[in-house]
Structures are given as C-alpha cells and as structure tokens.
C-alpha cells in the first residue's frame, strides 16, 4: 500500500508554531480528507483530528487541522515541551480500498 | 473506562503461526468496525487490517493478506489476529483500534500493543 507523504522533521521553538503537512492523492487525501495522531515516546497514537477536522474530546485547541486539495495539515499553536512526539496523518483510500499513513513527522521544541 | 487491551504477543520462530487478542471494555463493541495496526521497530504505523462491526467481513493490506486473519467475538468483547506464516518484516508492536461503525469515522480509541518478534 503506498502511503502519504510527511516530512520527516520539524524543529520550532517554545511557544512558536508549527504546521505540519500530509501530501496525499485524490483517493485518500483529496477524497475523505486526514486524521491526525499523536505519538509520544513509548506509548500508543492518540487521535487528535478528525477527517473532518473536528477535534475529540480533551484534545486541547492548541491543536487545528486543514485541508487544501490532496493536502492535509496540523498546526500546533504555542507549543509546548509535551507537543514534543511523533505525529502521523491517516486517510481511507478508496483506490486501495484501505488505510494509509504517512511515515510520520518528529516534531522537536527547542 | 474505554480501554483497549492487546495480549498474546511473544517471540516466534519464522514460519510459525501466533494468536493475538484485544479485549474491549468500557464501550458497545458490537458497534464498532475494529482494526489492527502494527508499527516496525523505529518505523511508522502500517494499516493491516479492519473487521466489519457485526465480525462478517475483514480487509488486509497487501502485506498480510492470505497469511493473516481478523476475527471478532460480540460476545466476548474480544478481537483476534491470527497470523501464519510469520517472517521477520512481520516484527512489530500490533495495536488494536476501534471506530466507530457507519463510515468516514476514525480509529479514535488506541490499545497500549502487544510486540511480536519474529526470528530466523
């Protein structure tokens, strides 16, 4: 299954912001959209963004997701050490007929 | 509380088969599509597989298909990942993850994994 495509790093400072970007196709991507998950060091994903764009509950405002065409994005608001992690953008892929991830972003709070 | 929680992984030799299992609680599991996903030491998140919310039907990424199969028990608030045939790029920590039934949902809720080591 090819995936999306994410960078591999972003490094920003306390309370800067980020934006994080998923480069997808009109199937995946382009079609339903992408959800965003948090992975910090030694524990499991959590989700933090809705296809939609919604948040889940508890998951702070810091935190906002977009989308333009085949192109998805997060941006992180006043980050802080804790928002240090991995972070990973999913979509379902009607061409493949399953889901996609992308190869993850590390996210680094100077 | 919701909660997720992976068992049955272990060290296994290639070829050799493995059972996982993660049980639900907290939730109604009957209504929730539930996927497998597994994350390669150092690597990044694979899809492998969903099972529809009733247990009828299951989908695999290329990778596991014929090899792996997803089933799941209503009745115990349980689903399985049997996978056969094990190789060594089948070496991950597996989690399970729920979503919630009726399309364009999410894997919203995350088990904690269970690792499985394959070795030559």
């Known amino acids: 299954q090819a995936g999306l495509t994410q960078p591999p790093s972003v490094s920003k400072g306390l309370r800067q912001t980020a934006t994080l970007t998923c480069t997808g196709n009109s199937d995946n991507v382009g079609g339903q959209g992408a959800a965003w998950l948090q992975q910090r060091q030694g524990h499991p994903p959590k989700l933090l963004s809705y296809?939609?764009?919604n948040r889940p509950s508890g998951i702070s405002d810091r935190f906002s997701a977009s989308r333009s065409g085949n192109t998805a994005s997060l941006t992180i608001t006043g980050l802080q050490p804790e928002d240090e992690a991995d972070y990973y953008c999913s979509a379902w892929d009607g061409g493949l007929s399953g889901w996609v991830f992308g190869g993850g972003t590390h996210l680094t709070v100077l | 509380q919701v909660q997720l929680v992976e068992s049955g992984g272990g060290v296994v030799q290639s070829g050799r088969s493995l059972r996982l299992s993660c049980a639900a609680s907290?939730?109604?599991?009957?209504?929730?599509?539930m996927h497998w996903v597994r994350q390669a030491p150092g690597k990044g998140l694979e899809w492998v597989g969903f099972i529809w919310s009733d247990g009828t039907n299951a989908f695999y990424a290329d990778s596991v298909e014929g090899r792996f199969t997803i089933s799941k028990d209503n009745s115990k608030n349980t689903l399985y990942l049997q996978m056969n045939s094990l190789r060594a790029e089948d070496t991950a920590v597996y989690y399970c993850?729920?979503?919630?039934?009726?399309?364009?949902?999410?894997?919203?809720?995350w088990g904690q994994g269970t690792t499985v080591t394959v070795s030559s």
């Open positions: 296809r939609n764009n």
């Open positions: 993850a729920r979503e919630p039934e009726g399309g364009h949902n999410d894997m919203d809720v």
């Open positions: 907290g939730f109604n599991f009957r209504t929730y599509v």
